[in-house]
């Protein structure tokens, strides 16, 4: 210790002269920073109401609470903060499978009433609604799932090109939980599917492997998840909450690695169905589509004696009959009906309604009728020359592809149509084609332009893949026939398709014509409903609706009481809304049989 | 009222020992008359809190503007938050210039910052210091902790919200609230006062029972008077 | 006049308590030589929230013991009904001073046991916001120790910087005093632009702090003579008693687990931690100047060396169920008071199965604190929890 | 590190060894052999420091495992002693002898866990709580939201709705 220690502190006078570093207003001269955690925004248009930010919330301070009425794909929930809980943590911010959800950089916010702290962004109007500035979910490669896709393995093009081996491997047991891990679980899929089946349920139990589990979820609304997981049109997809950033989940492919993982004899065991109860009633089942299908199973569990008629050799109906084999391989199908089959279901192959047996028997016979007949009749272009012995419907030629008829292929086909099942007969033929010449020379035309197909995106891209030339756009006018042959197609430029009030009124440019050749031509333009079994009396009872469509309850019962109609030929072709009318009509049958009065007509 | 545990403790330590200076006394009081004092008493008012009556017109305006410009904060950081109590204090944002300044003893001070969280430990020393600050006194709640537990609103040992316990003037949001926000919490905190609605010591003493069953339903150890200044 | 005299307690000090085997002192109250005096929470010459009873004889401490519970909020009990992605943000606010710590260690625990490879520019990044904290730490640290002798001055200037660096760490993080920058798999965001400029500009003033509190304080008489010579900590107690950081390297013990066990990119920055031997608090405060000093120097290391771009996260499984495979391990760090250490078990499930943070006040405010006080005046205490660095949040969390 | 083990292996007969980093080791050792060996370790092997003891509560086995963690500052090892005690009237030797801090540690476990630890240095005396009278906080059994919720008055007014379920009510409320 020195006088040195005495003089040097007071150094600090140096300072004296030094501008002071007193902020002069701090209330206004002090924005937050550029990634400041201030308060809470929400672009409630873009928010889906996933409840993903809820369940990220350590504090449980995010509430969803009612914001407009749910739609398909949007649960009408929005986020409500609770300041008295809020950590400003930002997690729910980079979670946020919309990024809709933001932060501010507002941070001053004093009041007299705790109840204040507690508001929903986006909704409750406040100051910093337009700030800009603010925590956003950070850049680059920041996300706390995957929000790309674990890769499918498909056969390569020129591996499937020339057979019609299953062209979709299905899922590891890696790939089925990385994949699976990916999902939120916010169940938005949920309500869109039309079977409303549990997703996000059957979704967990993969990531656990509990394929047990997985199974009784999968048939707690659907029994056919083979099928279903292969073909199923996915629409839960469409909606998933992933998919507003990134891929949606594999939810089919998910569902069909369950099934795939479950040897077919323990299905009795897993699901409880050994010693099913029988309560002596009999229901008649028309048709074994999904639908047929659905409805036999669900009514089996409730103890009902089902009989399935079925018209050709073998059960599946459409999904046999209309679906190729590289899509939906037989054994597949023969899995899942094996099963129902096992639970006591009779079915009587060959037979035919109104030529076997009438409808008016079979009401004397059973105690209620289900009908799902699905559509089969192909629909005509009605252009001229489409009468002609050459030109087909793509839903015979796929139905004697799969009973193994023999059927023409030529070198050079023409498909008009746009839809998945000109997708299936294009590549089917392609198949063919390749078979028999070595090459593919195929020309799939249609109304739609390239962006509205209404067949999947990976059907089109897949059958470019396989070479078939996918030309849409264009409206055909003539089949020009030489010597009793067709040898192509007259097309012109199709500018839109309807009309600003939204009806079918398409708009063509005679001017661009176009001649697709082909030796063969194939209609795929829709299909139509056979309803030669029921008699002209019995029509006479039905109430039809405007589009020619048989009128039904929300249980699908008709006009008249015990016929149930269901599947294709009420809601249009899709499996899983066959499958969804079943139950639904499965339940409407035991309420009918029991007495109990349920939803009237719609 | 002699409470359980002045009993205890007197019993204990009369075994003990006694030294003469703390045995019972009588002492002279400066104004001439003769009182008993025991050394070894907890002396404290046993009377509960009393409402204060403003006072008429200018008169209150007055001294509500006088308390509003002077605000003393009890020194007395009891949770996350007091961390940002030192930039407030030091030149950056200076809050001597808007009349605010800490103390170090609830008995100069009229302001208690809860700074966030209270455990049920840290609450009955609160509950102590904010009854030995003399009135008009006011509460500032920082941050989701006060208002409804906020992080810890699943903890066995914090309370999760702060008014049933004690009066609560201003409240101020965030994780923790910044400098700036704090200050902005005193500047509506004066707004109150000035507008004679600083009035969360007169709720005090005017539920005070429902304020007292409320935390002795959570401190289980209440060896402290019920009111004390 | 004799000043001395008249300023002299008239207690009777001729007899200080025995120490028993334990080193334990043997106290009679009967004898009214003692007085209980209660130091803290209330008290603005505790560090933090804590309290100490002291035993005095005069004004000479002859007992104390710690009391601590008042920020206790369960952290531990809290993280195990947590999923492992919301113990961060619970978590880090163990110690409010310095969280960034806390932010790693769990990160790096999580890590560790889920198999979870952080990217480079993710590691520069987290090296830098633990060295920010430290800076920011010690910032208050230092001055700090001179405020327990009311020299409240280097407070002043040192809490002015700090702010500056919470803007950077505004700017940087998004949060001011709650980072939540470092999170299982790597860091929230690269370095905005212009910020390292905008550091350099700070750490020139930090410079200047430098200087100007090494004039204030070190070479002041009045610090000199409170504080050298004050609670030595023998080096045998270094072991016994549960000494980190800079209390140990102030008695010439190398504890420094940036050098002992580097993690994160500290193996690839060059620096030495300040080493004496006088182990009083002078020699502590010493000590921790050099560590300012040294982190100042760190800093502009890693900025020259980070990357500028670069992924700042590793892609985790889904943070919403994320289960990590049974195991335990211990993931340790220094921060600006020592070791700090968090020993994680997990069970295969989606949350942690035990979490137990170690920070180094656990003993040191507790075993060593109580032992260093007998006695010390009572005017020391503040002092000498100081040069401590007690934190009372990670003793009883 | 491996010698140490091997020693460790032969002299205590300690079991599970997991060699979590090259410089952290976990191993199980019996209840009786605990203490003696971290003696040994201590006075013996240059592992001069403690750096934590805890417990896990592993409630499906009936079981708490203490973790006692020494490390040697010479060679910068480190190592955990897993000892496995029974859950009900859970007991453990003290080894408050051994460090000055070890007291500190087992009074937080008494008044967390309710482990006891005869012969400690005020392992009785409340630590951190004040006025507990529930089961020790930290076992797994004691529910920490449910005591909460019903000790602490959460502010009501709050309610939330699963975005499956509101969309079943709202869209298909028979299906």
Redesign the interface.
């Known amino acids: 210790m020195s006088i040195k220690d005495l003089l040097t502190p007071f150094t600090a006078w140096k300072r004296i002269t030094k501008d ?4 002069r207003d ?2 206004n001269d ?1 924005p937050g920073a550029e990634r400041y955690r201030g ?1 809470h925004k929400n672009d409630v248009n873009k928010c889906i109401g996933c409840g993903t930010c809820e369940d990220i919330c ?4 995010i509430d969803m609470v009612p914001f407009k009425d749910p739609i398909s794909g949007d649960s009408g929930l929005r986020p409500r903060l ?7 943590c930002a997690l729910c911010v980079d979670v946020c499978t919309t990024n809709s959800l933001t932060l501010s950089n507002e ?8 109840e204040d ?1 507690r508001y929903t962004p986006g909704v409750d109007k406040k100051a910093w609604d337009d700030n800009e500035k603010g925590w956003k979910k950070p850049e680059g490669n920041y996300e706390f799932y995957n929000i790309n896709r674990v890769e499918m393995h498909h056969l390569h093009p020129e591996d499937r090109d020339k057979s019609f081996v299953e062209m979709v491997k299905g899922y590891s047991r890696e790939q089925a939980i990385a994949e699976a891990d990916r999902c939120v679980e916010c169940g938005i899929c949920t309500a869109t599917c039309p079977a409303h089946m549990g997703i996000p349920e059957y979704i967990k139990a993969v990531r656990h492997e509990d394929m047990e589990e997985g199974l009784r979820i999968l048939y707690e609304t659907n029994p056919l998840p083979e099928i279903c997981g292969r073909i199923c049109t996915h629409k839960c997809e469409t909606v998933c909450s992933i998919g507003h950033k990134g891929d949606p989940l594999s939810i089919r492919w998910l569902k069909r690695y369950i099934a795939d993982n479950v040897s077919s004899d323990k299905y009795k065991e897993i699901l409880n169905t050994i010693d099913l109860s029988n309560n002596h009633k009999k229901v008649a089942i028309i048709g074994s589509g999904p639908a047929g299908l659905s409805a036999a199973h669900y009514l089996a569990l409730m103890g009902y004696q089902c009989t399935i008629f079925e018209q050709y050799e073998k059960a599946g109906g459409m999904m046999r009959y209309g679906i190729p084999e590289y899509r939906l391989p037989y054994d597949s199908i023969d899995k899942d009906i094996d099963y129902i089959l096992s639970l006591g279901v009779d079915i009587k192959y060959n037979a035919r309604i109104g030529i076997d047996i009438t409808l008016e028997q079979l009401n004397k016979d059973y105690d209620a009728v289900f009908a799902g007949t699905g559509l089969h009749l192909g629909r005509s272009t009605g252009i001229p020359g489409s009468d002609n012995e050459h030109v087909y419907y793509a839903t015979d030629l796929l139905r004697q592809i799969t009973a193994g008829e023999e059927i023409e292929v030529t070198d050079q086909i023409v498909v008009i149509g746009g839809g998945n099942v000109a997708m299936d007969i294009t590549r089917s033929l392609a198949r063919m084609q390749n078979q028999k010449f070595g090459k593919v020379n195929i020309i799939t035309t249609a109304l739609e332009r390239e962006k509205n197909l209404p067949a999947d995106l990976e059907e089109v891209v897949e059958s470019r893949e396989e070479g078939a030339v996918i030309n849409p756009g264009w409206a055909p006018q003539s089949i020009e026939i030489e010597n009793g042959r067709p040898v192509g197609l007259h097309v012109i430029k199709c500018n839109s398709l309807f009309d600003d009030s939204g009806r079918f009124n398409p708009q063509c440019d005679i001017t661009k014509k176009e001649f697709f050749r082909g030796s063969m031509i194939v209609q795929s333009i829709g299909q139509g409903m056979d309803l030669s079994y029921v008699s002209e009396d019995f029509k006479k009872d039905l109430e039809f609706g405007p589009r020619g469509r048989v009128q039904t309850n929300a249980h699908f019962q008709t006009s008249v009481k015990w016929f149930f109609m269901g599947g294709d030929i009420i809601e249009g072709p899709d499996v899983i809304h066959g499958i969804a009318n079943g139950h639904k009509a499965a339940i409407g049958i035991d309420n009918y049989i029991q007495g109990i009065d349920f939803a009237p007509a719609k | 009222m002699e409470r359980e545990f002045d009993k205890a403790i007197k019993e204990m330590y009369k075994e ?2 006694l ?1 003469p200076e703390n045995e019972v006394r009588q002492v002279s009081a400066p104004d001439g008359s003769i009182i008993e004092i025991d050394p070894l008493k907890d002396y404290f008012c046993q009377e509960r809190p009393k409402e204060h009556k403003p006072r008429k017109g200018v008169v209150e305006d007055f001294l509500n503007w006088a308390r509003a410009e002077s605000l003393w904060v ?7 938050g ?3 109590i ?2 407030l204090v ?5 809050m001597y ?1 808007y009349g605010v300044q800490m103390r ?1 003893t ?1 008995r100069q001070s009229n302001v208690f910052i809860i700074s966030g ?1 209270l ?4 609450l ?2 609160a509950i102590r ?1 904010y009854e030995q600050m003399p009135s008009p006194k006011y509460i500032i709640a920082l941050g ?1 902790c006060t ?15 702060l ?2 316990y004690m009066p ?14 704090l ?3 005193f ?2 905190l004066k707004e ?1 006062i000035k507008s004679g ?1 600083g009035e969360k010591a007169n709720e005090y003493a005017r539920n005070f029972d429902w304020y007292k069953a ?1 935390q002795k ?5 209440w060896n402290m008077p019920d009111y004390n200044w | 006049m004799d000043l001395t005299k008249m300023f002299q307690f008239n207690a009777d000090r001729s007899s200080y308590p025995e120490l028993d085997a334990n080193g334990k002192p043997i106290i009679d ?2 004898s ?1 030589k003692y007085l209980k005096l209660w130091q803290g ?4 010459g505790v560090t ?2 804590m309290s100490l009873e002291l035993t005095v004889n005069g004004d000479e401490i002859v007992e104390s013991i710690t009391h601590v ?6 952290f531990e ?2 993280m195990e ?1 947590r999923k492992f992605i919301q113990c961060f ?2 978590c880090i ?1 163990m110690c ?2 310095e969280p960034d710590p806390n932010e790693y260690i769990l990160s790096a625990c999580i890590e560790e046991l889920g198999g979870i490879e952080v990217p480079e520019t993710a590691q520069w990044l987290r090296t830098l916001a633990l060295e920010m904290a430290r800076l920011q730490v010690l910032l ?1 640290g230092v001055p700090g120790q001179a405020g327990t002798f009311s020299l409240g001055l280097g ?2 200037w040192g ?2 910087i ?2 500056l660096i ?1 803007d950077r760490f505004e700017e940087l993080t998004g949060g ?3 980072h939540m920058y470092i999170l299982p798999g790597g860091v929230r965001g690269l370095l905005p632009d212009g910020f390292k400029k905008r550091m350099e500009e700070n750490l020139k003033l930090v410079d200047e702090f430098l200087v100007n509190i090494n004039d204030l304080m070190y070479n002041n008489i009045v610090f000199k003579q409170r504080a050298v010579g004050l609670a030595v900590i023998p080096v045998e107690w270094i072991d016994k008693y549960g000494v980190y950081g800079p209390s140990a390297r102030a008695a010439g013990i190398m504890r420094d687990v940036r050098k002992t066990h580097p993690y994160l990119k500290y193996g690839e920055l060059d620096f030495e931690p300040f080493t004496t031997t006088a182990s009083d608090v002078y020699a502590r405060s010493l000590v921790r100047w050099h560590d300012l000093k040294m982190t100042v120097d760190l800093i502009r290391q890693i900025m020259a060396k980070m990357p500028d771009k670069g992924d700042i996260k590793a892609p985790t499984p889904n943070v919403m169920h994320w289960r990590i495979p049974k195991g335990e391990t211990y993931v340790k760090c220094e921060s600006s008071r020592g070791e700090y250490g968090m020993y994680m078990v997990t069970d295969g499930s989606d949350m942690p199965r035990r979490v137990n943070l170690k920070g180094p006040s656990y003993t040191q405010a507790t075993a060593l604190l109580e032992r260093l006080l007998i006695n010390a005046n009572i005017a020391d205490t503040a002092a000498i929890m100081v040069s401590l660095a007690t934190c009372p949040p990670e003793i009883e969390r | 590190m491996v010698e140490i083990l091997k020693e460790l292996e032969e002299r205590f007969q300690v079991s599970d060894l997991v060699q979590q980093k090259d410089h952290l080791a976990f191993v199980s050792v019996d209840k009786n052999k605990a203490i003696p060996m971290i003696t040994w370790l201590k006075d013996q092997a240059g592992y001069t420091s403690l750096t934590l003891i805890t417990a896990v509560d592993w409630l499906e086995d009936g079981k708490f495992q203490l973790t006692y963690m020494i490390n040697n500052p010479k060679n910068k090892t480190q190592i955990a002693a897993r000892v496995m005690i029974d859950r009900e009237n859970a007991t453990m030797e003290s080894a408050h002898h051994l460090w000055e801090s070890v007291r500190i540690y087992q009074r937080e476990l008494k008044e967390m866990f309710g482990i006891d630890f005869p012969g400690s240095p005020g392992v009785d005396e409340s630590f951190i ?6 089961i020790p ?1 930290y076992r797994r059994d ?1 529910d ?2 449910k ?3 019903e ?5 009501p007014g709050r309610q939330s709705n699963d975005p499956a379920e509101y969309m079943k009510s709202k869209m298909y409320p028979n299906e």
Not at chain 2, 90 to 94: G, Y
């Open positions: 002071p570093v007193t902020i701090p209330f002090r308060f350590e504090n449980e301070a609770d300041y008295g809980r809020c950590c400003w941070y001053t916010w004093v009041t007299v009433d705790p702290f | 003990k020992f030294a009890l020194g007395f950081g009891t949770g996350c007091s961390i940002e030192p930039p030091t030149p950056r944002f200076d210039r170090p609830p969280y455990s049920v430990k840290t009955k020393r210091s989701s208002i409804n537990g906020g992080m810890y609103w699943d903890s066995y040992n914090t309370i999760n919200r008014d049933h609560v003037d201003v409240y101020i949001a965030g994780c923790m609230p910044r400098p700036e926000a200050l902005a919490g500047g509506k109150l609605q409320n339903k959570i401190i289980r150890d | 109250l009967s009214h929470p209330q008290h603005p933090g929230n519970g008042y920020l206790h909020r369960g009990k809290l009904r943000p619970t606010r409010v001073a208050r407070y002043q809490n002015y700090r702010d919470l001011r005093v709650y | 709580l004040e006025g507990w009278v529930d906080p004691f920490t939201k005591y909460s919720e000790t602490y008055f959460p502010r």
